[in-house]
């Protein structure tokens, strides 16, 4: 099955061959969208106001309900994030989600670390109620054929280095913007304990080192390809017109995390060094 990076270029493909003076989105080149490709196109379909969606034939129920914010009838989960985070009560959202998918995709508790982190980050970093984001979606795909499963979220808001710019942190570029969210635990949630800026690099060492998965982030400009625990590339997009904030995507395995808290300690080398590059 393609890679997360090939499926947020089909993402990029998708919207290249629509202009803001089109009212539909023309999808029905792919025959499956996965999360990556899906929730950026919910993004563009929102900020565009697209009221028109033509989809291929093998999947037009489904991707259809998605990409109009419909409640499905199967069990894969897909929620849109409401507006505060109080709104959350209990952090239901997270354990619901990490719930609905196989147990022994990382375990329980791996799901719902992660996706509590993630949907933390958007509301601390991004909150929707002070304006620096207007959407956010959460959604899960089990591929039980291939014992695989895919999270993804993402928001519309600031981006890293975009926030990196508002708090005053020097960055190189964008794709150096994310190697410090990882590499020095930076956090500017306001309030935030101290190893609190530790989630994005916990999060990379339960999928990577602890599942065997992959990761993608997309912020901006910048995006962090991991395909594995050895094989890693940074790429600057020329995504400026279709694309805003942050997505990332996660794929883990049919494998349970063993000794969950290893993972947890906030010190620790960044193995996803960056090398400052041209735009691809």
Do not use: W
Not at 200 to 210: A, D, P, S
Not at 218 to 226: A, E, Q, T
Request: glycine share 6%; charged share 30%.
């Amino acid at each position: 099955m393609p890679g997360l990076f090939e499926d947020y270029k089909k993402f990029e493909d998708i919207m290249s061959n629509c202009t803001y003076r089109d009212d539909s989105l023309d999808t029905s080149k792919y025959p499956f969208l996965a999360p990556t490709t899906l929730i950026p196109l919910l993004c563009e379909i929102e900020r565009r106001k697209i009221n028109k969606i033509i989809t291929n034939e093998k999947t037009h129920d489904y991707v259809k309900l998605i990409l109009n914010k419909e409640k499905t009838s199967t069990t894969t989960p897909y929620t849109i994030l409401p507006v505060r985070r109080e709104m959350d009560e209990d952090n239901e959202l997270a354990m619901n989600m990490a719930k609905l998918i196989g147990d022994d995709y990382g375990g329980l508790q791996t799901r719902y670390h992660i996706l509590n982190e993630l949907i933390t980050n958007i509301y601390g970093h991004t909150p929707f109620d002070e304006g620096y984001a207007t959407q956010g979606y959460i959604y899960a795909q089990e591929y039980p054929s291939v014992n695989k499963v895919d999270f993804c979220v993402m928001d519309d808001g600031l981006s890293i280095p975009g926030k990196f710019e508002l708090a005053d942190i020097p960055f190189d570029d964008d794709c150096h913007a994310i190697e410090k969210a990882i590499t020095n635990g930076i956090t500017t949630i306001k309030n935030e304990e101290q190893n609190r800026g530790f989630g994005l690099f916990t999060i990379l060492r339960l999928v990577m080192e602890g599942n065997g998965g992959s990761a993608l982030i997309v912020s901006r400009k910048g995006c962090l390809d991991i395909k594995n625990k050895d094989k890693y590339k940074y790429k600057l997009l020329d995504n400026n017109s279709i694309f805003k904030g942050t997505l990332i995507s996660l794929k883990l395995n049919k494998y349970p995390v063993q000794n969950f808290y290893k993972y947890m300690e906030s010190e620790g080398i960044n193995p996803y060094k960056y090398k400052k590059i041209k735009r691809e």
